[in-house]
């Protein structure tokens, strides 16, 4: 899988827009970029994917460069509860092999403040 | 409905014994991974489940890892000769396959700790 590029962490105001970066310059065209969290002493948590095309949820939206090098995860009015580490992973997916490994780097750690 | 649930949240062992952690995976979910995390890191891949078969066991560390799922469902991963630095925690998570691409919904973990 290609490998990812976060910063270690960031800081967020309390109701703004957190936006999170990931470089991901090597991405095969069969990968998909996913977005995971995980809250101190948790399990991760899934909260976004996708292929080419921008995607909302109830969670977040996902914006992804045209070239595909690059995305940005977007909470768009951050409460405190969004205090976690944030994952971006790019990860193949074929019809034969199914749903493969996910390969978490470090990831961004997202701290929301009052 | 229900999530991924492990078994026991919390373990704590002598070094050299034997352990064994369960995983209940989301009911239907036909593929089912372990992973483990320590202090400070992602969570790093051990193992990869498509029914009852590994389809990727390439991140186990040695042979004294070892999981199975007989059945499909229930998945037990077992750790033979523990050493301290086999202390760690250990996450499963379950999906759907298919055609496509799915989330992988992850239990609360078992914390192992190996004195």
Redesign the interface.
Known sequence: DAKTTQPPSMDCAEGRAANLPCNHSTISGNE?V?WYRQIHS?????II?G?KNNETNEMASLIITEDRKSSTLILPHATLRDTA?Y?CIV?V?T?H???????????TRLTIIP | GAGVSQTPSNKVTEKGKYVELRCDPISGHTALYWYRQSLGQGPEFLIYFQGTGAADDSGLPNDRFFAVRPEGSVSTLKIQRTERGDSAVYLCASSQSGEGSYEQYFGPGTRLTVT
């Open positions: 998909y996913y948790q399990g991760p948590q899934y994917h292929l580490v994952y990860r997916s019809w092999f199914g749903n493969e490994k996910l390969t978490f780097g470090t990831g």
